[in-house]
Every structure is written in structure tokens, then in C-alpha cells.
């Protein structure tokens, strides 16, 4: 569409919607609020990561036909009102998936006047830079799952499940050499992300399943099992497991981590969100966590 104009309306534009600025001043602005709309978040990442591969590929592919449509539907609707009208009344329907947050944003623009076709291009514009990054994410992840299938071997056994063992204050337990004893934890929710504060800290310790691992956050930040094998974290999300499509690729010695056992987020070299994708489990110490996680529980 081009670079939006940053001449202020002669009317501010009133909209109820979450990221939005209350009142809408200029296409500048409503650009720039909508440019965080256009990323990935790791949940959203994560839920694509648990779908089966037949809803995967039927995704990919109605992903991929929404933006073709949008894109040719775009064309016809720039400077015809008639025509983004109509679009509008038909993407509850013809677009719209698990999208909330824009199905919310559509429906504030629907009831404006066709004066202010410029915001409801711009917003299907955006949408559609949306639907390619989701597209790309997509086929990241059937990328990878081939890459997977093709480097399995035959005698691969299932990811079990492991429970970790909490020592009871004042209680001595013990323990098999496969069990570890871990103080005052919380194990993070599946799939869903979970906001931690490690701002004061040097390293942080991490269990996948009953395994210890850390993150250290030195000259670089890197992911370190018990072995002393370190691999250096990038800025932004990396996927964690025994899979070698992931970032951080997990000794196949540690059979109780999953495939695709987590995700970690970095932001300025510091850890600031962790999300389960296991079987087994992750876990990190109660004083890190910044939002609720599940307890877990006594052996």
C-alpha cells in the first residue's frame, strides 16, 4: 500500500480495541500500532507446534489461500468503497481463524464511514503481513517435522514421562540414581508461555523432566547441560529438545527430554519466558516465575 501518511486527521478516530490507541490520530499512528499485531507470539507459536500433522497441512494450505484471496480482493478494493464494504461483511467467514484479536479490530473498523477506507485497507493490509508470517511459521514447522521423520532411526523408543522427586523440608528420602532432588520448584504450564525474572541473576537452573540443566548469562548467554555441553542462546526464541531441527539440541543421552521439549526467550541476553512443550515436564525454581505455574508435587 505504501508508506503511510503522517498528516493528522481533521477528525481523531474513536476505537475500543486492546493495543490500540483509544483515539486514532493519524495513519501514521494506526500503522505503528499495528505493527506488533504482525509477529508470532511464542503461545501462538507453540500451539501450531502441537497440531497433527493432517491439521497442520490443512492449516498451511488455508493459510495460504486466505492471503492469495486477501491480496487479489485488495487490488479491487483500493478506491472503491462498495468494495471494502463487502470485503468487510465477508471475513468473518473467508479469513478469519483463531485470529481474535483482529476479528475485534474488524468489527470497530466495520461501523466507520467510508471516509476512513484508508484505516480499513491499511488494518486488511496488515492482516495479510500477518497471514504470510503465520504462513512462514507453518511451514517452518512442517519443515522441520521431515527433517525429523528423515533422521529418526528405526529403534527410536517413545518419550517417557518422568516425574521429578521435591524433598519435604525436615524429611530425608532415599533415592534411586535416576532421581534428583529438587528444592522448591514449580513445574510450568504446557503450552502456555510463562514470564520469568531473572534480571539479578548470573545463571539459572532448569529441569527438563528429572534432568538439570542451566542457563548462564556471562559473556554470552548459553544453555549448558550436566555435562558441561554449551550452546550459545540467540535473541529472541529458541526451541529446546532432543529434535535436530532445534535450536538448542539436547543430547540424545537425556531419552526423558522431549523431541520438542521447550522454548526460552531472550530478550538483552536475559531469559524472560519459558513455555512447556513436553511430556515430562519443565520445571524452574518458584522465585523466578513472575505469573503462577503449577506446583510440583511431593514424591
Not at 484479536?101 to 491499511?122: E, I, N
Not at 488494518?123 to 519443515?143: F, P
Not at 535416576?178 to 513445574?187: G, P, Y
Request: charged share 25%; aromatic share 6%.
Amino acid at each position: 500500500m505504501g508508506t503511510a501518511k503522517q498528516d493528522k486527521f481533521s477528525q481523531p478516530v474513536h476505537l475500543s480495541v486492546k493495543g490500540i490507541p483509544e483515539m486514532v490520530t493519524s495513519l501514521e499512528q494506526f500503522d505503528q500500532a499495528l505493527t506488533p499485531k504482525l509477529k508470532i507470539n511464542t503461545e501462538l507459536y507453540a500451539r501450531l507446534l502441537t497440531l497433527d500433522d493432517d491439521r497442520l497441512n490443512s492449516l498451511t494450505s488455508a493459510t495460504r489461500q486466505a492471503a492469495d484471496l486477501l491480496q487479489r480482493v485488495l487490488r479491487r478494493a483500493v478506491g472503491n468503497s462498495n468494495a471494502v464494504d463487502e470485503l468487510f461483511k465477508k471475513l468473518g467467514t473467508a479469513f478469519f481463524t483463531e485470529d481474535h484479536s483482529w476479528r475485534k479490530l474488524f468489527m470497530s473498523l466495520h461501523v466507520l464511514p467510508s471516509t476512513r477506507d484508508d484505516l480499513k485497507l491499511l488494518a486488511l493490509s496488515k492482516y495479510r503481513s500477518y497471514l504470510l508470517a503465520r504462513l512462514e511459521a507453518l511451514n517452518n514447522i512442517g519443515s522441520n517435522r521431515l527433517q525429523s521423520q528423515i533422521h529418526c532411526t528405526a529403534d527410536s523408543e517413545a518419550e517417557s514421562v518422568t516425574e521429578l522427586v521435591v524433598q519435604k523440608p525436615g524429611v530425608t528420602q532415599e533415592l534411586s540414581s535416576s532421581e534428583t532432588i529438587i528444592r522448591d520448584v514449580v513445574q510450568l504450564p504446557k503450552g502456555k508461555t510463562t514470564p520469568i525474572r531473572a534480571d539479578d541473576m548470573a545463571s539459572v537452573d532448569i529441569w527438563m523432566a528429572r534432568s538439570r540443566f542451566r542457563i548462564e548469562m556471562w559473556d554470552k548467554t548459553s544453555f549448558i547441560d550436566s555435562h558441561g555441553q554449551s550452546t550459545k542462546l540467540k535473541e529472541g526464541r529458541n526451541m529446546v529438545g532432543r529434535a535436530l531441527h532445534n535450536d538448542v539440541v539436547i543430547d540424545p543421552n537425556y531419552p526423558e527430554v522431549s523431541r520438542d521439549h521447550m522454548i526460552i526467550d531472550i530478550r538483552e541476553g536475559r531469559p524472560v519466558g519459558v513455555t512447556d512443550l513436553s511430556s515430562g515436564g519443565t520445571f524452574i525454581s518458584r522465585t523466578l516465575v513472575m505469573a503462577p505455574g503449577k506446583v510440583a508435587r511431593a514424591g
